[in-house]
Every structure is written in structure tokens, then in C-alpha cells.
């Protein structure tokens, strides 16, 4: 009977409409409970460095200001605190766009080798404090070139390299090796043998503000961002990011790059 299965029909399609509606509020759930997260995460970032800075300028105002000797360690620690949330801020901006899909890939040919020499260079410092050694495998490096964005994979390389250094044992070594795998692609390797991260945690690492060390005391500044950026930069250029670490022994990250394709001339 043709009214019957028009009525079925209608049936099935309303039955189909309420199903797409409600997919589309359980995502817009879904999207409100990770906004909310999000800002959560942020002002608790936030606030542990501001309150840094409040306590020791009332402690200056309060009197301290007159002793030298304390005046100027202060200062110094509110800096620090200050210091800690610009780099916050600028990870979150960081963050924000590349979530929102903003930064473009903006790829060219450039010498991976170079730049590895060149992040090596900036971190130093920071790795003399530490008496970490930062070496490649190679003896030899040979240029290498790859197509991908040089400033967002330097962001990378510079992240996992701080990451090495601050979670690596005083004397340690830092080590990063390329090599070439099947397809036109290279592997770049940044090993350490620092304090390692027990497995239970290895699959949350990448995820924003995720700390292995909750604690408030740890030793290790940080915003708990950095490896998210990693993640997000390796998989806007559509390559893929590895970690493996064993607890005490050390950790290794690696991720994949496209080679430059040989010019034709
Ligand atoms: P942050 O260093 O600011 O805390 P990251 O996102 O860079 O944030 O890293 C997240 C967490 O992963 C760190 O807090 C640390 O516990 C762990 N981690 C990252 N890199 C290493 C490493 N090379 N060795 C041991 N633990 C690491």
C-alpha cells in the first residue's frame, strides 16, 4: 500500500535526521568539554608563575628592598617566573594556530645536516650547564637535503633537544642521527641516556600540558607543550613522530621527513 511505505519512508528519513542531529551536539559536546579543558589547563599553567612574581615583589615592597643583598635575588627570581611565562604564551599562541589549522607548511630544499649543526650551536649553553654532550653519529656529516618548512622543523629539533637536556642526566650525551629510509624519506633520531619516562606514560606524551612529573616541586621548568607542538608540526607535513624510552635508561625520539628530489638538470 503506497500510503504505508511513504510513511515508512518518512519514518526512516526523520529517524535519520535526529541521528545526524544528534552526532552533531555530541560533537559540539565533545568540542565545549575541550575548550573548557583547555582554559583550565592554561590558567593553571598560568597562575603558578604569577604567583611567583606577586610574592616576591610584596615581599620587595614589604621591606626586602632595602637589603642589598636580597633585592637582588629577588629581582632575579621574578624575572625567572616572567621569563617562564613568555615562553607559556608563546607556546600557546604556537599552539593555537597550528590547531586552528593556520600555519601553512611552508616547504623548500634545505640541508637537514646544516640545520641540526645550527640547533646545536643555539643550545650550547644550556647544555654545558648540564655537561651534556651533543653529538651526531656521523663523523663525517654529509649534507642532507629534505623538502619540508626549515622553521617549523627547527621549532621540532629545538624541542626535542631542550627536552634531552633537561630530562637528561648531568655528563650525559645527546645524540641525533639521520638516515635514509625507502621512499624518499630520512629518519632523524634524537637519542639521550637521561632519566627516561616509565611506559605507562609514553601514550599520553603527546598530548598538551601532559607532564610525567605532576608534581608542583619538579625540578624542570616547562609548559607541558612542547612535544604537542612536535606532533602537530611532524603531522602538518604529513610525516610521523616515535618515541621509545625505557625507565632510567634513556629515551629516543624520531620522526620522518621527505628527502628534496634531485634536480633534473
Ligand atoms: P615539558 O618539557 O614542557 O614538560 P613536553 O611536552 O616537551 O613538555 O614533554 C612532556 C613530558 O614528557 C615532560 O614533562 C617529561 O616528563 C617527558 N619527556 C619529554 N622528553 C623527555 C626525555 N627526553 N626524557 C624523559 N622524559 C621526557
Do not use: C, W
Amino acid at each position: 500500500d503506497p500510503i504505508t511505505t511513504d510513511m515508512k519512508t518518512l519514518t526512516a528519513e526523520i529517524e535519520k535526521f535526529a541521528k545526524d542531529k544528534k552526532i552533531e551536539i555530541d560533537t559540539l559536546k565533545i568540542r565545549e568539554e575541550y575548550r573548557k579543558d583547555f582554559l583550565g589547563n592554561v590558567s593553571h599553567e598560568l597562575k603558578t608563575p604569577l604567583f611567583t612574581v606577586q610574592g616576591y615583589l610584596e615581599t620587595l615592597l614589604e621591606g626586602a628592598i632595602n637589603d642589598k643583598n636580597v633585592r637582588k635575588k629577588y629581582l632575579q627570581r621574578a624575572n625567572k617566573a616572567v621569563e617562564r611565562l613568555i615562553y607559556i604564551v608563546k607556546d600557546l599562541d604556537l599552539i593555537t594556530k597550528l590547531e586552528a589549522g593556520e600555519l601553512n607548511v611552508e616547504r623548500s630544499d634545505f640541508d637537514i645536516i646544516e640545520l641540526i649543526q645550527s640547533v646545536f650551536e643555539l643550545l650550547e649553553m644550556k647544555a654545558a650547564k648540564k655537561e651534556i654532550t651533543m653529538t651526531f653519529d656521523m663523523e663525517y656529516p654529509e649534507p642532507i637535503y629534505v623538502n619540508a618548512d626549515r622553521e617549523k622543523i627547527q621549532q621540532v629539533l629545538t624541542n626535542l633537544l631542550v627536552n634531552s637536556i633537561k630530562y637528561g642526566q648531568p655528563q650525559g650525551t645527546t645524540e641525533v642521527s639521520v638516515e635514509n629510509l625507502i621512499r624518499n624519506k630520512v629518519i632523524v633520531r634524537v637519542t639521550d641516556n637521561g632519566e627516561g619516562i616509565p611506559e605507562q606514560y609514553i601514550p599520553r606524551l603527546f598530548e598538551r600540558f601532559y607532564r610525567v612529573d605532576q608534581s608542583g616541586s619538579r625540578k624542570e621548568g616547562g609548559s607541558g607543550l612542547g612535544l604537542s607542538i612536535v606532533k602537530h608540526i611532524i603531522e602538518a607535513h604529513g610525516e610521523k613522530i616515535y618515541v621509545e624510552s625505557v625507565e632510567k635508561v634513556g629515551s629516543e625520539f624520531s620522526f620522518t621527513l621527505e628527502k628534496a628530489t634531485p634536480s633534473k638538470e
